[in-house]
């Protein structure tokens, strides 16, 4: 395992060389474009990747108090199987929404918030700047 740069310093300085020097330079709008997707993907990866894990927990335990589920043993340790036990819940969660379970009632008004909260935890990874536009907009 590499000490320095870490993972994220090296997708901090590679976002910032294309956003400071390459799109700048470029002269043809397409490859400019692709240019100005990749700087925004890697920023989205700079904010995925610290935490990733403990944001996965949250919301597999989130996912288990909404699905009335007992976990017997702690969540797995490795991230891949962790990723594989949320999309397993939220699964089932989609499964339970297509037979109407949350059409009315208590359960509807915590689905909601529950996709309230994740749709919010995303979009601070995928775009913060929309989610404090989104969040101004409620706000006034």
């Given amino acids: 395992m590499q ?3 870490t993972a994220a310093e090296l ?5 910032e060389c294309l956003e400071t020097e ?17 700087a ?3 920023g989205i990866l700079e904010r995925e990747l610290p935490g990733e894990d403990a944001r ?5 335990a989130a996912l288990d108090g909404l699905l009335g589920r007992r ?3 702690p969540p797995p340790e490795t991230l891949d199987a962790l990723r594989g ?3 397993a819940a939220n699964r089932e969660l989609a499964l339970r929404i297509r037979q109407g379970q949350a059409d009315d009632g208590p359960f509807r008004e915590r689905v909601l918030a529950h996709l309230e909260a994740v749709v919010e935890e995303k979009l601070r990874i995928n775009n913060p700047a929309r989610l404090d536009a989104l ?3 409620r706000s006034t």
């Fill in 22 to 38: 390459i799109i700048p330079a470029l002269g043809d709008p397409r490859v400019r474009y692709q240019a100005l997707i990749a």
């Fill in 71 to 73: 976990r017997p043993a």
């Fill in 135 to 137: 969040r101004k907009a």
């Fill in 85 to 87: 036990e949320v999309l």
């Fill in 40 to 42: 925004h993907a890697l």
């Fill in 56 to 60: 996965l927990r949250a919301e597999l």
């Fill in 11 to 15: 997708l901090q300085a590679i976002r």
């Fill in 3 to 5: 000490d320095r740069p």
